[in-house]
Structures are given as C-alpha cells and as structure tokens.
C-alpha cells in the first residue's frame, strides 16, 4: 500500500510538472499594438516577477537562481518558460506564476496574461 501511494504521488506530482504549455500568443501585425519592455513588459515584470525572479531579490521565495528578469535581455533569454508558466493566449492560460507570496499580493489578470504573452512573442521574433 505504501508503495502505491508513492508511485501515485510521483505520477501527480510529474503531471502537475508537466502541464505549462506554450499559450500560443502571438505578436501584433499593427506595429502600435505591439507590447514592448518600455510600454508593458518593465512594469508587468517588477509588478509580478522580480520580488522573486531578480540577481538582486533578498528573498527568492524558491525561485531558481538561473532564472531572473532584471533585463530585457534576461526576458528574452527566458520568454519560451514565462510564457509557459505566466501567459495566456489561444492554446492556453497558464497561471502557475506568479506565486501569491512574498512582494505579490494579486495575481495578474487575464487581460495582463494575454498582453504577457503577445509581449514574450514579440521578443522571440
């Protein structure tokens, strides 16, 4: 019995690991619509992101050390894994970030989440 229970508690816990998926938002044609680092992204990350997620945080709150948007640059470098944990667009609406702890006391809402992803997309361009 206690090996089934933790077989069935890995299994769940590997699932609940695995479920981000790519919102699938995609960046504005209208170059006035498009979200850049200086009209959304710097505020949204300082808002819900680098209370945890900065070189310079005195609390990660669990955050790993590798992963931290201070930068433009540094979104860039992450926007695939934000965008699966934070955005919302077409194909999904990922809420596992950010944690209601710590600097956030409100999560995004859905209409920051699509501008979130529409934002991550047009840094991979």
Do not use: W
């Amino acid at each position: 019995m206690s090996r089934l229970l933790t077989v069935l508690l890995f299994a769940t816990v590997t699932t609940a690991a695995c479920t981000s998926t790519p919102s699938g938002a995609a960046c504005p044609d209208n170059p006035t619509d498009v979200p850049t680092y200086d009209n959304f992204g710097r505020e949204f990350m300082e808002t819900y992101c680098t209370g945890c997620h900065s070189a310079k945080s005195p609390d990660r709150h669990g955050a790993p050390g590798d992963q931290n948007y201070d930068t433009e640059a540094d979104i860039k470098t992450h926007a695939a894994a934000i965008d699966a944990e934070a955005a919302a667009g077409p194909n999904a609406t990922n809420t596992a970030m950010p944690e209601i702890a710590g600097t956030v006391h409100a999560a995004p809402t859905q209409a920051e989440r699509e501008m979130l992803g529409k934002f991550l997309a047009c840094e991979q361009k």
